[in-house]
């Protein structure tokens, strides 16, 4: 019964490839899926476009809430994300943006946090 053992690795094989396929096309998928999320590096709010980010105000701009429109945070997308001021993290832009910075440059707790690139 050699024919039979041979149909089965052949079986395994096709479904090991099978499972290959599927991981990269997941992969390629979520690159995809990061690649069309725009956030502000403000608030961290998200966008599916740059031209819906900068079309609408921001409640943490820099010159007061809602006196300028979201600015585009041109760094990747990351697992969490540090403050270039005093190198606080937080695992989204939003929550690292909640927080007064000690260290902003305009004076202790005069801006939020705001994430390096
Ligand atoms: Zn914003
Ligand atoms: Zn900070």
């Known amino acids: 019964?050699?024919?039979e053992g041979n149909a089965m690795?052949?079986?395994i094989g096709k479904t090991k490839?099978?499972?290959m396929l599927a991981v990269i096309v997941g992969a390629v998928c979520a690159l995809a899926g990061t690649a069309?999320?725009?956030y502000c590096k403000y608030?961290?709010?998200?966008?599916s476009s740059v031209a819906s980010l900068t079309a609408s105000s921001c409640m943490r701009h820099p010159n007061g809430p809602g006196k300028g429109r979201h600015a585009l945070y041109e760094g990747s997308e990351k697992l969490?994300?540090?403050c270039k001021y005093c190198g606080r993290k937080a695992s989204d832009i939003r929550s690292l943006t909640s927080s007064k910075c000690m260290r902003h440059p305009d004076g202790p707790c005069?801006?939020?946090h705001?994430?390096?690139l």
């Open 1 to 3: 019964m050699c024919g």
């Open 9 to 11: 690795k052949d079986a």
């Open 17 to 19: 490839r099978w499972i």
């Open 36 to 38: 069309t999320s725009f």
């Open 43 to 47: 608030c961290g709010a998200k966008f």
């Open 80 to 82: 969490s994300y540090t």
């Open 110 to 112: 005069k801006g939020w």
């Open 114 to 116: 705001e994430p390096a």
